[in-house]
Structure formats: C-alpha cells, structure tokens
C-alpha cells in the first residue's frame, strides 16, 4: 500500500476527531487532521495536544494543517468528524478539494439541518447527514461511522466499538483497515446505511424520553420498558425507511441510546468525564427530558439534535404510515402539544400489541 | 417539433458496422471466454461443468414449455456427455456455445437499407408507416409525420455530447412503436444513428424485423435467463460502447404495462457504460459516454388495451413477452399511424440534459459536473488511493444503481401529458371521489351511474390541474400544443381521443355528463400522471 493510501484524513479537531487520529495514529497509521480553526493547529502543533481533548497527548503520525488540500493530497478516506450544524458548510469546503476517487465517511450521529436554499428541499425537513454530504462533495463514496465510542474513553485506552456502514465494499473495507484499532477502537462493518444514519439520529430523541422519564421520577423498570420500546418502534420505521431490522438493535441504536441515555455525571465523580460531555455537549438531550420534566422552559430545546431528530423522524413516520406512540409522545411534549406527566400516563397506556 | 437544424449532419458511426463485426465478436468472445475460465479457476460452483449445464437445463427446460421436442435433443445430449469430458473438451464446447450466442445476439447494418430509407424521405418511420402506399402517398404521409411527431429538449448539448463521445439513450418504454419513433427523433435532431437491443419476439413479425436486422439492432431473447448468456449480451453492449458506437436500451426493460412513468430500471445493460469507460481509461483513451434520459410521450398508445389488462391482470411475470397483442397485427399498426397522422403532435420525443456514468450532470459542452455545479474528471470515480483504474464491480455496480436513480428522477419532468393523459386523470379523480376510493379494481366493478361525470366537473378539473402542472415543472409538463388552450379544447381533444381510438370506448358523452366506459383504459392513460399526487394529499403536504 503507499503513502497515501495508508492515510487517513480526519475533518474536525473536536473532542472526537482528536481521540479518532490519536487512537488510529497510535495504531501505527499515518493521520491528518484538517481544522480550520489556526490556533488550535498552531497549539497542536507546538504542544501536540489539542485544547479540544487536552488529556490525550497526540502522536507524531498525526499531521495538522488548516490547508484542505493537503488533507485531499494526503488521504485517499476522509472522516468527517463535525458537529451536525456544520456537517452541510465542511461538506461543501470538502467539495472544492476531493474528487471521485475520494472515501468519505462520516461521525455525525444526527441529522442535518434542512436548508430552504434549496429548490427540492423543504426547509423545515431535515436530512441524513451521507445525502448533505453527498451534494456537498464530488464522490459518491460514502459512509456512516456510528456506534458509542466516548473521545475520553478511547484517550484511556477503554475499548470501543462502531460500525461503518456504506453501499460500497471499498468504503467499508478501507474504513475498517484504516480505522480498526484494537484493543481500543475495533470496527464493524455494514451496507445499511439509512438505517445506522437514523438509528443514531434517533438515539438522540429517544435520550430525551429517558430523561424526561428520570425528571418524572420513573424506576429502572419503566425505564427499561422505554428503551425497549423504542428499540422496537425505531425498527419498524427503519425498515419502512429502507433500513435493515438488525441495525437498530446494534452499536448505532442500542448502543448509542444507552450511551447517550445515561445521566451526567455528577460534578464531584469523575472531573474529566464531567468535562469531557460538556465539551460534547453529551448529556444535552437528556438534560432537555428532564428539564422538560421538571417544567422549566429550556433554551433551544428544539433546536438541539435530539429534538431536531425527532420532530422530523415523526414527519418521516407520518409519511411512511409507521406507527411510533413513544415518538410522538417526544414530539407532542417538545411542541407544547401536550405536559409530561400526560406523555407518561399515554405511554402506559400504550396498547400492547403482539409481536 | 425538431428545430431547423439540417438532418443528417451526425457521423453515422454504424456505417463502419460491418466491418468492424468480426473483430466485435471475436473480442466478445474472448472476454467472456477469459472471465469464465478464470472463474472456473477459482471456485468450484463456476466450473465450466456448472456453466454448461446450466445452459443445458435452461435450454431443455424453455425447448420443452414451448413444445419443441425436435430441438430439446440436442441439449440433452450435450448433458450427457458433459460428464465424460476431458478439461480441454469441455473449454471447447463453451467456446462453440459462447460463439453460438455471440452471433444470435449480433446486429447487422445495411448501408444500403440505410441509404434507400433515408433517401427516400428524412424518416425511417415514414417507410415503416406507409409501407404498402405508394412512394408519392409515403411522401405525403412523411410530411405529415412530421409534424405529428415532435422532438424538443436539450438537442444541443446531446449534440455536443455526440460529437465528443458515445451516446446512450435510454427512452421510457410505452409501445413497440418506440424503437421506430425514437429512430426518426434522432434523425429529426441532428442526432446520430443508435444500435440497440430488442426483443426477439419483434422479429418475428417480418415486416418490422426487415428494417431491425439491417439497421444496426442486435437481438435479445428474454427467455433466456442463464448466465452465461447474459454475460454474452452484456459484453456484447460493452464491446460496443467502447468501440463508439452510440446505444439505446430501455432501461424499463420491457414495455410498461400500467404506463406509469418508468421509476423501476433494470440495470443490466445500463451498467455496460461504466464498464465501458472503465475499459477505454484503461486503454489510456478518455472518450466520455454519455446517458441521455429521453421520453417518448404519445397522445394515444397503440397497444394499450393488452398492456392495461394484462398489468392489471397481474399476469405481467408470466407473460414477460407478450407476441398476441396489437403489434404483432400489422392492420392494427396500420391503423394506429392512421389515426395518429389525424392528430397533429401525436407524439412527443423530450430528450434530457445528458449525465457521466455516474449520474452526474454535464455542462453544455460535455464536462461533467457535481452537484455543486464544479466541473469534475468522471474517470476519478474509477480510480483508486494512487490515481490508478481500478476493477470493482460491486463500485460499479452501485454506480449504476446512483444513475438509476438520477434516470428514474428524471424521466418525471420530461414528461408531457397529451389532453387524452389530462383528461383520464381529472375523469379517474372524478370517479374516484364519487366512489370514495382509487382501487382501479374497485372502481372497475362500479355501476355504471356512478361512473358519470358532469361535463362541468371535468372543465373545473382541468383547468385546476393543468394550474398543478405549471406550478410543479418537476412533474412534467403538458404538450406545448396545448399551452394557451382553453380548458374546453383540451377536454374536446382528449374526448376526441379517448372515444374513437381504441376497440372499446372509453369515454361517452350524454347530454352534459361524460360517460367513463373503460375504467383500465382511463386508468392506464391517468397512469401517466401517477406521480402527481391527488389534491387532497398535496394540500395535506
């Protein structure tokens, strides 16, 4: 293999991209790592530690630049490791460098924001971050990089897994022999690309149910009916989506819920893990359920991922005639539509049908 | 109508078809042959034993539906002594099959044919539409004919496109009459000669087989389904593209029976284009291909009346190849050109702004583009991490799919509804508001009186959903014949067609009510608008 093709490119020098290069570059791999944000490089560069993730202390195989074009030169598989809100703005910056032979891969486990600018694309629908990417960019390589893998778990050493998920083998098959790290960071591979783009988008609105539920003071059983549920209401319109049934009991939807759905930590417990889901902003969809719960009026509540997620996954079920009671509830008591303790009662009430 | 552009002015790279026949074939043949010795190789399931067999089970098993007893023999025997074959042996005697197949599919282009259609009048479609008139009544027709069929679009990029590289039209499938309709609009464009394959069932009407055998059409004999000859055909396809000759496949396969606009594409054939441009890059030759979506709009369907049954019948997997319908009746072709030469703009031939194998756009001169409108090298699709082509076929097979999908999407907006496609649909919405359901079968079994619609309605009706259309060009749009039209005339219009064609009536007219007759006939011609949603679900939305 050359140079090139033993590289990879990393988007982003957030929390994830940071522990992503240093997990890979420690696995003996050749990283680069594009931020546009200078000082960060400049910090990296100096002090091989980037303020985003500043315990991991970044080996020399990782390469920093603010230059996109070195990082299309240098790499042949790109990982787009962004926020959702600027999935759709690097996509598009990515474009003006990559071409068709590029694989990119995204770590975005939202949906993007939808843009009105767009003829077809109706403003207030969202869209699976592997289509944003795909108008952004030339190839038509693309993947999903999903699963419950924390930067400060892999920056420990834990292990962790994800699934890469693609229509093409080559995007799956050089994402695995790129990415795979073990005993850190070991990754699966999958065709179902809807389905671990949505299960991890729904992830994040089914955490706000959780938190909603822990706000209201519900035990480990009801919770664990919520979890389940949702599991098996996310199934169905995954496959109504075009997803495969498995996916959304695996690393992409059971995996990131239970990540995801797990209270912060309290400040006293662990400083660096408190840190870390701030940076993240981790913890952000459960702390709205439970603000919900509590009544207090939550700023940006719609506008966070989770609730973006399921405002439009129920637009999506409405359109796929899928039945999902406990995304409505989300989405009712996010609308104002209806009160918590009423989102509660319908769950239980919920018919149980067989299954 | 085509612009004024002179005819004729495209090479016609089929005339050095003949010559270039031998060596076609012989390349054919041995690809295939390599690929399958090679795979043979590999893994057991591809032994040359299973390649032959499976031809030989095949064969046996369509000889023995069709009652051919004197040919079954033949592959029985070869069955047989398959299990005593040496290696070598058996490598010959696929050899003899693959060169067997390799000539059955081969097309042939007689310049001569060529000349005497195109000389005699600037339409291949003439002479087929007037061929038992005299030479001065063909004439008389032709010039008619052209002004019946219509042919509009991006002429001039797909001009350009053919200047720089090879052409592959693919038209949506109504009628056994596309292949001659979308003859006559490339001539009618400016555009060059095309090869294509068509079923062998055409062919058995002489008449028409005529003109197919000796104008560059290679045959596809959809019964069979083994492997190995679809590896023939498609290699045949690629060998083709790479060697510049400009193609036409049917990416809907065979005819569509509802008349739906195609959205479900077979992909076999169309995947020989990235097949083929991956070949040439290899070879160092950059030569583009290009994909053009084009669609044949007709005010009336010749073979309508079979296609609708026998979709609704849902007989449509076991009679794939219908050879009983309206075509294969000469008389009825006759009349249907007849009836077709009454109406001015019959037929409409929309092509589409060409796209790369990849389903990417192109500028007006050819570049392909990505979606953010930059102009992009297609052949960076087949490279690998070093710049290098590389060989994937599950790549390219999801290449194919993507241009699949930008096909299926675009075949939408070119389409043009005729009054007889506007009228059906506001008459099927009318009859199915009153019956409080769009079930076709439903419908089917309705009275009579509640199959009525006021002449009223329809005029409201038409004149809200050609308001639709023009606020949704991505739909479609109707014929421009029609822009500026009262709604009254195009009722008229479609009335006019949707009564006095077809052997049943569709439509009746008493007093102030229209009368719907043939409930599938209106269905199929309504089916054209299928994609436009009802209303209600779009008020809804």
Known sequence: MSRRADTVGVVGAGPFGTALASVVAGAGRRVVLWSRDAQVVEQIRRDRVCPRLPQVKLPAAVEVTTDPKVLAREAHLVVLAVASTDARARARELGAVLDGSHLVVHAVGALARGEGAQADVDATTDERVSEVVAQGVPTLRIGVLAGPALPTEMARGQFSSMVVASAFDDVIRETRRLINAPPVLRVYGSHDLIGVELASAMAGAYTIALGLGDGLGLGPGPRAVLITRAIAEARRLGEAAGGDLKTFSGLAGLGNLLVRGVPPSAPDEDPERVADERRRGQGAEYAIGLALARGTLVEDALTSEGARAALAVERLARRLKVRMPMLDMIAAVLNGRLQPKEAARAAADTVAAEE | ?541
């Open chain 2, 1 to 541: 109508m085509a612009d004024a552009r002179p005819l004729f002015e495209a090479e016609n790279r089929l005339d050095h078809f003949n010559q270039d026949r031998g060596r076609l074939l012989a390349e054919v043949e041995r690809r295939v042959m390599d690929r399958r010795i090679a795979a043979a190789k590999l893994e057991a399931e591809s032994s040359l034993e299973y390649v032959i067999n499976d031809v030989c089970f095949a064969e046996t098993k369509r000889l023995e539906k069709g009652g051919d007893a004197a040919h079954v023999e033949r592959w029985r025997d070869l069955s047989r002594r398959l299990l005593a074959m040496s290696e070598p042996e058996k490598e010959a005697e696929l050899r003899a099959l693959v060169a067997y197949y390799c000539r059955d599919v081969v097309g042939n282009f007689n310049p001569k044919v060529y000349r005497f259609i195109t000389g005699l009048a600037p339409s291949l479609l003439g002479f087929v539409f007037s061929p038992i008139a005299s030479v001065r009544d063909g004439m008389r027709a032709l010039a008619q004919l052209e002004e019946r069929i219509s042919v509009d679009g991006e002429l001039d990029v797909v001009r350009a496109c053919a200047r720089r590289g090879t052409l592959v039209v693919t038209p949506t499938h109504s009628s056994n009459m596309d292949s001659p309709v979308i003859g006559f609009g490339l001539l009618a464009a400016g555009l060059p000669t095309v090869t294509y394959g068509a079923g062998k069932n055409l062919f058995t009407n002489p008449f028409i087989s005529f003109f197919m055998r000796n104008l560059g059409a290679y045959r596809v004999d959809r019964r069979l389904r083994f492997e190995l000859y679809k590896d023939v055909l498609k290699e045949y396809s690629t060998v083709l593209l790479e060697n510049g000759y400009h193609s036409l496949f049917f990416p809907g396969g065979t005819r569509c029976r509802s008349n739906v606009v195609d959205k479900n594409l077979k992909l076999g054939l169309l995947g020989t284009t990235v097949t083929a441009y991956r070949n040439n890059l290899r070879r160092g030759e950059h030569d583009r291909i290009y994909v053009v979506p084009v669609t044949i709009n007709y005010r009336l369907v010749l073979e309508a009346e079979t296609l609708i049954e026998d979709y609704l019948a849902e007989t449509g997997k076991n009679r794939y190849i219908i050879t009983d319908d309206e075509f294969s009746r000469i008389g009825r072709i006759l009349e249907f050109v007849r009836k077709m030469l009454v109406h001015e703009g019959s037929v409409m031939v929309r092509f589409g702004r060409p796209m790369d194998p990849f389903g990417n756009d192109v500028t007006d001169e050819g570049d392909s583009v990505d979606r953010a409108g930059r102009v992009i090298d297609p052949a960076s699709f087949l490279r690998g991490a070093d710049g290098e082509i590389t060989d994937d076929d599950q790549r390219d097979g999801e290449y194919t799919r993507a241009l699949g999908r930008r096909l299926a999407a675009a075949y939408p907006r070119l389409t043009v509804f005729h009054a007889t496609h506007l009228g059906a649909r506001v008459l099927y919405d009318a009859i199915a508001a009153q019956n409080g359901t769009r079930d076709v079968y439903r419908l089917m079994r309705s009275p009579k009186s509640r199959l009525a619609v006021p002449i009223s309605a329809v005029l409201e009706g038409l004149g809200a959903l050609r308001a639709r259309l023009l606020g949704n060009p991505g739909w479609g749009s109707e014929h421009p014949r029609l822009s500026g039209q009262e709604d009254q005339a195009v009722f008229e219009d479609a009335f006019r067609g949707l009564s006095t064609y077809h052997t049943r009536r569709a439509v009746a007219r008493e007093s102030e009510m229209v009368h719907v007759d043939d409930v599938q006939l209106i269905y199929y011609y309504q089916n054209r608008l299928a994609h436009v949603p009802p209303v209600s679900a779009a008020e809804a939305s």
